[in-house]
């Protein structure tokens, strides 16, 4: 065999990136840069200013180029490039990146923010509730249930598909003791459902948000809250689910009015129930497998949207406990 066609014949691109700021494309300390160059170890990655040349094997370099085209596209339309969308778009396939579609756009948040399906499961979250009433949502924390939930019933809201939300959590404490706390039983209860406000914070504005909770147009309550009530014309969510009883769950579910929406979301990782008490998130979701009407995502560490350690520090206790979501 001749030497020659063993040898890959090298690729050079040079990408010029005009009305941008490099700072802001690469990272503070190039940390987004950093990433692209150990994504492609075989491609020689460099920048000066608003060139980035990139020099390897054709198509590891054009892949490498369509990574950083798909960075450049982000941060114009998006004015922000924040680095667990890097790492996200790094790690997904060609079907991974068309999660970024203008179709993916969820709400649009306080100050015009498009709020998006950033991760395929997310997006999954997205499609699931267009076509069933309830959707399980299941996997580990920094994945965007939560956030990706309330989202998509702020959206509901807006649209005029429902006439309240309704955001409910069990009042579960994770290793402390809130009961000491001063104050009536809103002030005790609400530490337990601040993720949920956090949400809502950033998703409609101050006056018009106060308006809605005074009103009750969203209402925020502990599980307990809901025995003997009919939940209509609602988009619900039910947060932090792993922290139900199958019990507690049968009654929340039993509640749905015949117009009404529902989330429920859980990490199976992190259960707080006392030791004498089972979750009975996975028993529910396995009663009702195959039932028409209800899905379930299950989300896994590929898809946390926190800081980039967050998906190792997962990946981590995964391996320590010899826990997986999908068991």
């Given at each position: 065999?001749?030497?020659i066609?063993?040898?890959?014949?090298?690729?050079?691109?040079?990408?010029?990136?005009?009305?941008?700021?490099?700072?802001?494309?690469?990272?503070?300390?190039?940390?987004k840069?950093n990433?692209?160059?150990?994504?492609?170890p075989?491609?020689?990655?460099?920048?000066?200013?608003?060139?980035?040349?990139?020099?390897?094997?054709?198509k590891?370099?054009?892949?490498?180029?369509?990574?950083?085209?798909?960075m450049v596209?982000?941060?114009?339309?998006?004015?922000e490039l924040?680095?667990?969308?890097?790492v996200?778009?790094?790690?997904?396939?060609?079907?991974y990146?068309r999660i970024?579609d203008?179709k993916?756009v969820i709400?649009?948040?306080?100050?015009?923010?498009?709020?998006k399906?950033?991760?395929?499961n997310q997006?999954r979250?997205?499609?699931?509730v267009g076509?069933n009433?309830?959707?399980?949502?299941?996997?580990?924390?920094?994945?965007?249930?939560?956030y990706?939930?309330?989202?998509?019933?702020?959206?509901?809201?807006k649209?005029?598909?429902?006439k309240?939300?309704?955001?409910?959590?069990p009042?579960?404490?994770?290793?402390?003791?809130?009961?000491?706390?001063?104050?009536?039983?809103?002030?005790?209860?609400?530490?337990?459902?601040?993720p949920?406000?956090?949400?809502?914070?950033?998703?409609?504005?101050?006056?018009k948000?106060?308006q809605?909770m005074?009103?009750?147009?969203?209402e925020?309550a502990?599980?307990?809250f809901?025995?003997?009530?009919?939940l209509d014309?609602?988009?619900?969510i039910l947060?932090?689910?792993?922290?139900?009883?199958?019990?507690?769950?049968?009654?929340f579910l039993?509640?749905?009015?015949?117009?009404?929406?529902?989330?429920?979301?859980?990490?199976?990782?992190?259960?707080d129930?006392?030791?004498?008490?089972?979750s009975?998130?996975?028993?529910?979701?396995?009663?009702?497998?195959?039932?028409?009407?209800?899905?379930?995502?299950?989300?896994?560490?590929?898809?946390?949207?926190?800081h980039?350690?967050?998906?190792?520090?997962i990946?981590?206790?995964?391996?320590?406990?010899?826990?997986?979501?999908?068991?």
């Open positions: 065999m001749c030497l066609s063993k040898i890959k014949l090298l690729s050079e691109i040079v990408l010029t990136l005009e009305d941008l700021d490099p700072v802001e494309l690469y990272g503070r300390n190039n940390v840069l990433l692209l160059k150990e994504a492609f075989e491609v020689l990655i460099t920048s000066r200013g608003h060139h980035l040349r990139l020099v390897g094997e054709k590891q370099t054009q892949r490498a180029k369509g990574k950083v085209e798909m596209k982000l941060l114009k339309k998006d004015k924040p680095t667990h969308t890097v996200s778009l790094l790690n997904g396939s060609s079907q990146e970024f203008e993916m709400v649009h948040g306080r100050n015009g923010r498009p709020i399906a950033r991760t395929l997006r979250m997205v499609e699931a076509k009433d309830i959707v399980f949502a299941v996997g580990p924390a920094g994945t965007g249930k939560t990706t939930s309330v989202a998509l019933a702020v959206r509901a809201l649209n005029r598909m429902v309240k939300i309704i955001l409910t959590r009042a579960v404490e994770a290793g402390e003791s809130l009961g000491f706390l001063p104050g009536d039983l809103k002030e005790k209860i609400d530490p337990y459902l601040r949920l406000y956090d949400a809502l914070d950033d998703l409609i504005p101050f006056d948000l106060t809605f005074t009103n009750r147009t969203i925020v502990p599980l307990a809901m025995r003997g009530r009919t014309h609602a988009f619900i947060d932090e689910a792993q922290n139900a009883t199958t019990t507690q769950l049968k009654m039993t509640r749905l009015g015949p117009s009404a929406k529902c989330m429920i979301t859980g990490d199976l990782s992190q259960i129930l006392p030791r004498s008490q089972r009975g998130l996975r028993d529910t979701i396995r009663i009702l497998k195959g039932l028409k009407g209800i899905r379930t995502v299950r989300l896994t560490k590929e898809d946390v949207v926190r980039r350690l967050v998906k190792e520090i990946g981590a206790f995964e391996i320590s406990q010899g826990y997986s979501e999908e068991e």
